[in-house]
């Protein structure tokens, strides 16, 4: 045997031995079923995992959520009685934005719910999940807080030693980012920590997704690969872990992003958020909580209608795709596409060595990113979000994506649509570019 | 595969298990090339799935996946042998028991241990996975000038053992 023979015969397929088939098998099944019990259950707890939006979604479904980083909602649709009387205590509390009376009353609500909340702090800090997971500017967090699309709830609510405080959210018309503090909470090494149940709800409703995750420090660097929001050298344990959701004082943020297809859905809403025991989760399981006691919380979103709206007939390329209509804020991207329908198929081989394939719509040139007046490049703002087809009838795609850091609006000179996979740090070649109108 | 690896990270399973599914040659030859048993091989495999199925949102950019899970994949088998500590029998490969293989494995096999195990790893990922230089180096952690120096030497290696 030559070297090309050798090598010719490294490249040849082999048959993969039955105990890393069983394994794999195992592994699959055991994916499946935690993806089957979050599609189809609402009264279970929340797993640490992506999971699709329960009745869309499916390979060629319409709306698919999409969630990066983050995870399904799992809201329970029963009434709880206990919650709704304190919602409508609130409605009648309730005035044109935030004033101290309303402040006290949702303090005095959570506080019966809590029943240990201790204090309100006196100053306004941005979590650093938002700060520098966003990457926000000094100049945009005045922005953002003059326009009220911040609100500080800053409500702690301490159970079992373990003080949970929510802190921060920034509220668009499509999305609300949300902050809890976590404190006194010790993580086991190699873990990851993880509610097992949240239950969410926005004017007394539960009819949005949410999605949630302990903050990591990590954001996505220029070649879009992972990075150190802090800018230090990515470096991983010996769990492969990259991120560090501890931060030097002990604390963890809890980082919330509620989404809705409605427009102004959250915009100065009150919501209640419960936090149900909390452990740890590792390969898609969540390993048992370490405290079991609930953590409740209520206030007012404020959040603003801060969208800047284009009408555009820009077609990608050959892709076959149009640009109608962008509404862009700082913090999230809504884009209609008229774009025909192409199916296609994908095919693979399953755990019993048996070919298979899957027949799904091919996408349009996916919203990437934005040029700025100034040249700079952001080209891997998607974070999280809902695409697919209106409805089962139109050609009309929709994408609704929350951006990874706060754009300003004002310095947008293009936006960047996918037009290749790119390795590396991509330039202006790697994608169709738009000029906004 | 893209596709599919987009569709996985909206967090459908079943997107997911045909995108791994799809990758089980690529995972058992990479994983064949650190590990000498196939039961370590099938623990870094579903090890490798699970934490890639609860991780995959740490991944931007669908170009990366492959690195990104081969990544994992060498780590755990890393673990494995750091476990075990069989770092220092691994240097030669052991014999096959060929009774229950069929004959393209037994000469995958032989072909695979003719390699000498400080550059099997880079010449199976270079030559067989078809990864370039630079995603080696990231895949294991080294600079590509290493993945580089390696290659070379075990492409001499090679020559001689060939010769």
Redesign the interface.
Known sequence: ???AE??K?????????E??Q???K???D???A???E?INRKEEHLK?????KEGR???TGTY???????Q?KNVKRKENSENMKKMRKKKLAKKKGFSAGKAAVLFLAAALACGSITTVAAYLRWSRSLEEGMQVTEEQKVQLEEEQAVAFAMQECTKQGVKITAEQSITDNYFSYIVFRVEGYELAKGTEPAFERMEVSVDGKDDFNYTA?FYNG?V?GPD???ANADGSPLE?D?Y?N??HIVMKDGSMEYVVMLHSDVRGYFVDKDIHVELHNLGT?????YLGSAIEDTWTFDWNLKGKDSMEEYQMQELLGDSGATVKKVELSPVSVYVEYDFPRQT?T?E????NGES?S?D?F??PPMFMGVKMKDGTLYP?L?NGGSMGYGDENTDTYLVNFALDRVIDLEQVESLLFQKE???GTPTEENFYVVPLP | ????I??A??????????????Q??NM??AAKAVLRN??D???A???T???C??K???L?????FRTWMTR?LI??CH?ILRKQKHISLLEEMPEIPSGE??Y??I??EE??A?LGEKYRLVL?LY??EGFKTGEIGEIL?MPESTVRSRLARG?QQ??KE?A
């Open positions: 045997m030559d070297r050798l090598i015969a490294l490249q040849t397929d082999v048959e993969i031995p105990v890393v069983d394994k794999a195992a592994a699959f055991k994916i499946r935690a993806g089957g979050e640490k995992e992506s999971i699709k979604g499916t390979g698919q959520e999409y969630h990066g980083q983050l399904k995750s990590l996505t879009g690969k992972a991983e010996e492969g990259i991120g989760v590792a390969k898609a399981e296609v994908e693979g081989i399953n755990e298979i899957s799904f091919a996408e891997w998607q996979d790119v390795m | 595969m893209d596709n599919l987009r569709r990270k909206q967090g459908n399973p079943d997107a997911f298990v045909a995108l791994m599914q799809s089980m040659q058992y030859k196939d039961e091989v099938a623990d495999i579903s090890d799935i699970l934490v199925w609860e995959l949102w740490q931007k950019e669908e170009a990366y994992i780590n755990k673990d293989r069929n393209e494995n000469e995958w072909a695979l003719s199976m030559y067989v952690g492409r090679l020559a060939f």
